[in-house]
């Protein structure tokens, strides 16, 4: 299963049937410049969604991480809360926010694929 | 600067973009926020070796007749009339309600002229404000065609004295008219980022000629507004909009500092500016809210607009602007704190997003000022 992205530009990665890695895209993370903080949920919560599930702090601004599928939080990448900057280095690898076992896995076919996320961000 | 269009620029704009800046509207402008480099990487850059900024968005005015000196002294309570010649002082415009209209800098360029650096946001306001109050017995000028750079860092002194030997002689706060490679420069020491530094004033037909010639050295680099906002927040330097404002006095934003000695209660040219009542008392009595620096626990940065409560939860004061310090590498902010809690040792917080982050009161700046007084 290919890796799919949503219009918040956060990429949702299918492991298996029903468990996703979220994190944000490299587009994003130019666009927030360079970070110093990330506030991540616990383990154990649950997302929906279009709802905010974390907070990331660039020098210049807050910026909110919004849930672009359902479910439980099985695990976060506490690494980021001391070294947020893996996120510039490696968004799409070591800079992982969060793994969701999906509530409704049908969810991922709303989410955009490679080609299409390129062309959202081009416009 | 183009003038009549609804979002204006600067005679560095088309150098900014061929930089690959990342512009945004300020204060009217299509400015630079940051450059390829970052915020961080231009902010360690300006603390290690020179940064140049463009500030020609803010207002530079000349004030001009006989009694330009003691005419401006009606509008600040600041030491105007023994300015001397070609020194720079820092300056507040007040009003009637001891609040803050803008701050400045002004230096005296002899032959009863002074020229004055004023907030890019306030400029027009300043302007009506100084034409009103003395437009009658002085002559005003805010200049449209000149553009205004901001050379600071360890560096930026052997930068400039290789083009120009003389600025060597300058120290703080102090002014010089000098030519750059046939460029007619006017040049101050002086800046927003507590370091060492200059602030230059250029025709904006010469601007990006003399940003080319200081650029071309190694040691420096275009540097944005962002890294600007975390350097003099570093610093501790007053931000107009967030430490000061309107509804707040000069002794209410902890700049008693900034008051000279000869314009207050007993001395010699006491009050006789706006707002000399309520300023004088303060001074006197305290005030009921002063400024102050916050060290938030851990590294969640504490932003503008959170509010500062105490141990019971009681709203105690609110932070006027926070963030990153690069420098210190670790969250800062600077608050208005009700004046009781600046120096008891109960504990505060601050609220971000519901959750309390407990605060330790500091004194500014947060890193040391580096200014050359020679």
Same mark, same amino acid.
């Given at each position: 299963?290919?890796?799919?992205?949503?219009?918040?530009?956060?990429?949702?990665?299918?492991?298996?049937?029903?468990?996703?890695?979220?994190?944000?895209?490299?587009?994003?993370?130019?666009?927030?410049?360079?970070?110093?903080?990330?506030?991540?949920?616990?383990?154990? %919560? !649950?997302?929906?969604?279009?709802?905010?599930? @974390?907070?990331? =702090?660039?020098?210049?601004?807050?910026?909110? *991480?919004?849930? /672009?599928?359902?479910?439980?939080?099985?695990?976060?990448?506490?690494?980021?809360? %001391? !070294?947020?900057?893996?996120?510039?280095?490696? @968004?799409?690898? =070591?800079?992982?926010?969060?793994?969701?076992? *999906?509530?409704? /896995?049908?969810?991922?076919?709303?989410?955009?694929?490679?080609?299409?996320?390129?062309?959202?961000?081009?416009? | 600067?183009?003038?009549?269009?609804?979002?204006?620029?600067?005679?560095?704009?088309?150098?900014?973009?061929?930089?690959?800046?990342?512009?945004?509207?300020?204060?009217?402008?299509?400015?630079?926020?940051?450059?390829?480099?970052?915020?961080?990487?231009?902010?360690?850059?300006?603390?290690?070796?020179?940064?140049?900024?463009?500030?020609?968005?803010?207002?530079?005015?000349?004030?001009?007749?006989?009694?330009?000196?003691?005419?401006?002294?009606?509008?600040?309570?600041?030491?105007?009339?023994?300015?001397?010649?070609?020194?720079?002082?820092?300056?507040?415009?007040?009003?009637?309600?001891?609040?803050?209209?803008?701050?400045?800098?002004?230096?005296?360029?002899?032959?009863?002229?002074?020229?004055?650096?004023?907030?890019?946001?306030?400029?027009?306001?300043?302007?009506?404000?100084?034409?009103?109050?003395?437009?009658?017995?002085?002559?005003?000028?805010?200049?449209?065609?000149?553009?205004?750079?901001?050379?600071?860092?360890?560096?930026?002194?052997?930068?400039?004295?290789?083009?120009?030997?003389?600025?060597?002689?300058?120290?703080?706060?102090?002014?010089?008219?000098?030519?750059?490679?046939?460029?007619?420069?006017?040049?101050?020491?002086?800046?927003?980022?507590?370091?060492?530094?200059?602030?230059?004033?250029?025709?904006?037909?010469?601007?990006?000629?003399?940003?080319?010639?200081?650029?071309?050295?190694?040691?420096?680099?275009?540097?944005?507004?962002?890294?600007?906002?975390?350097?003099?927040?570093?610093?501790?330097?007053?931000?107009?909009?967030?430490?000061?404002?309107?509804?707040?006095?000069?002794?209410?934003?902890?700049?008693?500092?900034?008051?000279?000695?000869?314009?207050?209660?007993?001395?010699?040219?006491?009050?006789?500016?706006?707002?000399?009542?309520?300023?004088?008392?303060?001074?006197?009595?305290?005030?009921?809210?002063?400024?102050?620096?916050?060290?938030?626990?851990?590294?969640?940065?504490?932003?503008?607009?959170?509010?500062?409560?105490?141990?019971?939860?009681?709203?105690?004061?609110?932070?006027?602007?926070?963030?990153?310090?690069?420098?210190?590498?670790?969250?800062?902010?600077?608050?208005?704190?009700?004046?009781?809690?600046?120096?008891?040792?109960?504990?505060?917080?601050?609220?971000?997003?519901?959750?309390?982050?407990?605060?330790?009161?500091?004194?500014?700046?947060?890193?040391?000022?580096?200014?050359?007084?020679?």
């Amino acid at each position: 299963m290919s890796i799919k992205y949503s219009e918040d530009h956060e990429w949702v990665d299918a492991k298996e049937d029903d468990l996703v890695v979220i994190g944000i895209t490299d587009f994003a993370q130019e666009q927030l410049g360079d970070l110093v903080y990330v506030e991540l949920p616990e383990v154990g %919560d !649950e997302c929906t969604k279009g709802e905010n599930i @974390s907070v990331i =702090e660039s020098v210049k601004a807050a910026s909110d *991480l919004v849930a /672009p599928v359902s479910g439980s939080i099985i695990e976060v990448n506490s690494r980021l809360e %001391d !070294e947020p900057e893996i996120v510039t280095e490696d @968004s799409m690898g =070591e800079g992982w926010f969060i793994k969701v076992k *999906l509530s409704d /896995p049908a969810e991922l076919d709303e989410l955009m694929d490679e080609e299409a996320y390129n062309s959202f961000i081009e416009e | 600067m183009s003038v009549g269009s609804e979002i204006r620029t600067t005679p560095f704009h088309k150098m900014h973009v061929d930089a690959g800046a990342k512009m945004v509207p300020f204060a009217g402008y299509e400015m630079p926020v940051s450059y390829p480099l970052g915020i961080k990487k231009e902010h360690n850059h300006t603390r290690e070796r020179a940064g140049l900024f463009d500030v020609s968005h803010m207002g530079q005015i000349r004030l001009s007749g006989e009694q330009a000196m003691s005419a401006l002294e009606s509008l600040v309570p600041v030491d105007i009339i023994d300015l001397p010649l070609m020194k720079t002082r820092y300056a507040l415009f007040t009003s009637e309600n001891g609040g803050v209209l803008d701050d400045l800098m002004v230096t005296n360029l002899g032959d009863n002229t002074l020229f004055l650096v004023v907030n890019a946001a306030c400029k027009h306001a300043d302007y009506e404000h100084l034409q009103h109050h003395l437009g009658a017995s002085c002559e005003l000028e805010l200049y449209d065609d000149l553009a205004l750079l901001a050379l600071q860092g360890p560096k930026a002194s052997s930068v400039l004295s290789a083009l120009a030997p003389e600025v060597e002689e300058m120290t703080f706060m102090t002014a010089m008219q000098l030519m750059i490679n046939n460029i007619d420069c006017f040049v101050t020491r002086s800046g927003y980022t507590g370091e060492d530094g200059f602030e230059i004033s250029v025709s904006a037909q010469d601007a990006e000629n003399l940003a080319d010639i200081l650029l071309s050295s190694d040691e420096v680099e275009w540097i944005g507004l962002g890294a600007r906002d975390s350097l003099r927040l570093e610093a501790g330097l007053s931000l107009y909009g967030h430490e000061l404002d309107s509804s707040h006095s000069p002794v209410e934003s902890s700049l008693n500092w900034a008051l000279s000695k000869v314009r207050r209660l007993g001395k010699e040219r006491e009050g006789n500016y706006l707002g000399d009542n309520i300023i004088l008392d303060q001074l006197e009595n305290g005030s009921d809210t002063k400024v102050v620096g916050l060290l938030p626990e851990g590294r969640m940065p504490v932003r503008d607009g959170a509010i500062i409560q105490d141990e019971n939860g009681n709203q105690v004061g609110y932070v006027t602007s926070g963030g990153f310090g690069p420098t210190l590498n670790k969250p800062i902010s600077i608050a208005r704190l009700e004046t009781k809690f600046t120096n008891s040792q109960s504990k505060i917080f601050a609220l971000v997003r519901e959750k309390k982050i407990a605060v330790e009161i500091v004194k500014l700046p947060f890193v040391k000022h580096n200014y050359y007084r020679g």
